[in-house]
């Protein structure tokens, strides 16, 4: 079993790579702009739409707004971005947010800062990858109806892509990430050219619908907030803005500089593709509603309701459409492509959360499994855990893109807002020692900087909660503080073992015990038992006892009989069991011996079987299991296990060697003669 789980392991992630080529997996800026951006740009996708479907509640004439919120998004994605390349001088060793919070803020403030990162990475995939769902959906009607199965398959194959490296990973995702790219910056540059250029009308599939408003008649406050609403929904194309900043170690050398430029080339391309989309969606004339209301709520030029059996288009689709024309090569090539970034886009989260997780780890906030590297050098359970919590909430959402969205960029621009704030602090800090005018000019502009972006993150954060908190961030809004206290007690966990373990300087090693009282667990006498009782005797105990449980009359009594037959120097002690237990009658016994003689210890030594095939560990060892695990709690208490090996483990392990270097091999039962022998002369 344990070869065929190998070789398919192999076969999934590759061959395991040695610590020392970790340089190896280091990337250069042309890979790690996809690798790391892809979230970003493939935001494109649906942060312009989600605008127009929070204003088409209000009817069609609030898309006179969408170029006021889209111009709002813009300023506060140049302002992120200019912040976080601030960052990422300042804290190259990949920390990011949490490592920022941590040091210039307090623990408290870094714990909230990973923990509303942890809940974005998840929400990350979740949300891109069910977007990439309704792109595919919208050419293959078998996949639209049965979404969120398609979905967890692909959060699968992107784990098992990760699970090969981030090198690997991200030569995987480079050419999909830049034909995104190319063709969206194409369809921007051919529409822009149609429009202002040649003066041609594009025409987008929705643009002779009309929109039922649902809220009509609105008041000055509730149309602002209708606006405000709108605004945080476009917002979320700021999310993966933080990842460069968290794999900052990734980077081949110089790490900082090439971070912050990859940081920079990404910032102005998503720019540019989400002002060039929503752009050419307004003029083009899209429609759009929410997904529950699409049936009613969009009507035809006739006036009747498109009905159930319409499947409302995604935005860069529709532009794609209006520009080249449905069917075409271009419109066929970018909605392939944008439905095949946004599962990708799922790959930043994939490389953020794992080196947070191992960060957190390292300072025994998480488990400390998340803080080891697996066979391909990459954080293999942190990609295990994002991907679980990615198919749960895909699961539990149906995948709902509308529905998750209202989850998302609360926890991302709560690690915005204090980060932003832990930067100027650190500026405030440096400048208090630094007198190099040039440097501390720079570093007064970094400050106004970072400033200006906490300033404008918290005004965000603030009208996102208000926004969406009823619509389902409240969810988030839990979830963060649930994080925070479970990695709170963790660390509480490890800080109290650590505490126990301790070596002070008035430390004085343990006296060895005055004596050694083993016990030797006999069910049958067979060859295990024989094994056992020659092991123990081998050890020299101060007293050395064979003990069986009495479940049967019968059964004891034989065993009894074959015991004094046998003539074995070993006195046998039957343990009555009236209700037919096994487990509890030998601790009774032990807690006897252990309350007889406190300063003793006592050894138990317990046969088991090693078999080859998985079925066969459910027919055997169930109550040496059993009974090893109750007394690993008993004090004084040693457990020694004494394997026998059966056939079918040498025939998939491989027999085993001699015990002697040398020695010439002989065969088990042989061996176990010799064992039997000696025990009987002894």
């Known amino acids: 079993m344990a070869k065929v789980t190998d070789l398919v392991k192999r076969m999934l992630v590759g061959r ?105 990475y998840v929400l990350t995939v979740a949300v891109s990858v069910a977007n990439g769902v309704d792109y595919v959906g919208a050419t ?32 995987a995702f480079a050419i999909p990430t830049y034909a995104f790219m190319i063709s969206v910056l194409g369809l921007i540059t051919w529409g822009g050219f149609r429009l202002l250029v040649l003066n041609e009308e594009i025409k987008a599939p929705s643009a002779d619908f009309s929109i039922v408003a649902e809220q009509s008649n609105l ?30 170690p990734a980077f081949r050398k110089p790490k900082s500089k090439n971070a912050a430029g990859t940081l920079l080339m ?37 006036g009747t309701p498109v009905g159930h059996d319409y499947y409302q288009q995604p935005i860069i689709s529709q532009v794609a459409d209006a520009v080249f024309g449905g069917g075409s090569l271009p419109f066929v090539l970018i909605s392939a492509v944008t439905a095949l970034i946004l599962f990708l886009a799922a790959n930043t989260a994939f490389n953020g959360f794992p080196v947070l997780g191992s960060i957190l780890a390292q300072d025994r906030y998480l488990p400390r499994q998340l803080h080891t590297r697996g066979d391909r050098l990459a954080f293999s359970n ?79 954060l603030i009208v996102v909660l208000l926004t969406k908190f009823m619509v389902g961030a409240w969810i988030v809004v839990i979830a963060m503080p649930i994080l925070f206290l479970m990695m709170k007690g963790i660390r509480r966990h490890y800080d109290n073992v650590a505490a126990e373990l301790e070596i002070d300087e008035d430390y004085e090693p343990a006296m060895l015990p005055a004596r050694n009282h083993a016990i030797v667990l006999v069910s049958k006498i067979h060859k295990p038992t024989m094994r056992a009782l020659a092991y123990a005797r081998a050890t020299r105990p101060s007293t050395l006892e064979a003990i069986t449980v009495g479940v ?86 040693m457990v020694t296990s004494v394997p026998w090996q059966l056939h079918s483990s040498d025939r998939l392990l491989g027999r085993p060697e001699p015990f002697a270097p040398g020695s010439v091999r002989r065969p088990w039962h042989q061996t176990v003669k010799e064992e039997e022998k000696q025990v009987k002369t002894r």
Request: with cysteine; charged share 15%.
């Open 16 to 120: 395991a790579l040695r610590s020392g080529q970790l340089h190896e997996q280091l990337l250069p800026k042309r890979i790690a702009l996809p690798v790391f951006a892809s979230d970003a740009l493939s935001s494109v996708a649906y942060a312009p739409q989600e605008i127009l479907v929070i204003l088409s509640l209000a009817g069609v004439s609030f898309y006179s707004f969408s170029p006021w919120v889209a111009i709002a998004v813009v300023v506060v994605m140049l302002t992120v971005v200019a912040s976080y390349r601030q960052n990422v001088h300042a804290y190259p060793s990949g920390g990011g947010d949490y490592e920022v919070a941590t040091t210039n803020l307090g623990k408290n403030a870094g714990l909230t800062v990973a923990s509303a990162l942890m809940v974005d």
């Open 140 to 171: 293959i009607p078998f996949v639209a109806e049965h979404k969120p199965a398609v979905a967890i398959v692909i959060v699968i194959l992107l784990t098992v892509v990760n699970l090969r490296g981030i090198r690997e990973s991200g030569a």
């Open 219 to 248: 008041t000055a406050f509730a149309a602002a907030f209708l606006v405000l609403r709108a605004f945080s929904s476009g917002c979320a194309a700021l999310t993966g803005v933080e990842a460069i900043s968290n794999g900052v």
């Open 266 to 302: 990404m910032g102005l391309i998503a720019i540019t593709m989400f002002s060039g989309i929503i752009a050419l969606g307004l003029a083009s004339g899209v429609k759009v509603a929410e997904p529950s209301v699409v049936a009613e709520d969009l009507l035809r030029a006739d």
């Open 382 to 460: 942190g990609i295990i855990i994002l991907a679980l919590g990615a198919c749960l909430l895909l699961w539990g959402f149906q995948a709902d893109v509308s529905r998750l969205l209202n989850l998302y960029i609360v926890g991302v621009f709560v690690s915005f807002t204090l980060s932003q704030t832990g930067m100027v602090i650190h500026w405030t800090r440096h400048l208090k020692t630094e007198t190099d005018l040039k440097i501390r000019h720079q570093m007064h502009r970094s400050r106004v900087i970072n400033f200006f972006g906490g300033v404008m993150t918290g005004l965000v």
């Open 552 to 637: 049967e009359g019968e059964d004891a009594r034989r065993l009894q009989e074959e015991w004094e037959r046998r003539g074995i120097p070993v006195p046998l002690k039957m343990l009555d069991s009236p209700y037919r237990e096994i487990t509890q009658p030998i601790l009774d016994y032990v807690k006897t011996l252990r309350r007889r003689s406190p300063r003793d210890v006592v050894t138990v030594f317990i046969p088991e079987y090693v078999v080859g095939h998985w079925w066969e560990h459910l027919l055997h060892n169930q109550s040496a299991l059993r009974l090893k695990a109750r007394l690993l709690f008993k004090p004084g208490v």
